[in-house]
């Protein structure tokens, strides 16, 4: 599996920006994905995960009420939708993957990820 995560850029204060995640190689909808971002100097954060078939949804509490995750089969690409952003948000964003799985659950724990893409910069001014 491989992931190209794009959307990324500079914004304002109160701006807003969408990140998408295209999957390639298996099979889209077997895998949870999820978005994670690390700011310099910080480790690396969960932001948002979606489980394989869009049934599970969780949020970091940072980022709840202000963004939305979603996935789209058949383009097979992951999104992460994120309003009202905050200078706080500024961190490179990195897609993930997770292994094929039957449930319907997604992971906030990086570990259990195993691709990533190459990770988007987003940068938001005061």
């Known amino acids: 599996v491989q992931l190209q995560a794009s959307g990324g850029g500079l914004v304002q204060t109160g701006g807003s920006l969408r990140l998408s995640c295209v999957g390639t190689?298996?099979?889209?909808?077997?895998?949870?994905m999820g978005w994670f971002r690390q700011a310099p100097g910080n480790e690396r954060e969960f932001v948002a995960v979606?489980?394989?078939?869009?049934?599970?949804?969780y949020y970091s509490d940072s980022v709840r009420g202000r963004s939305t995750i979603s996935r789209d089969s058949a383009k097979k690409t992951m999104y992460l939708q994120m309003d009202n952003l905050k200078p706080e948000d500024s961190a490179v964003y990195y897609c993930?993957?997770?292994?094929?799985?039957?449930?319907?659950?997604?992971?906030?724990?990086?570990?259990?990820?195993?691709?990533w893409g190459q990770g988007t910069q987003v940068t938001v001014s005061s």
């Open positions: 993930a993957a997770g292994r094929p799985t039957s449930g319907a659950t997604a992971s906030k724990r990086g570990r259990d990820y195993i691709y």
């Open positions: 190689g298996g099979v889209f909808s077997s895998y949870p």
């Open positions: 979606i489980s394989r078939l869009s049934g599970t949804r």
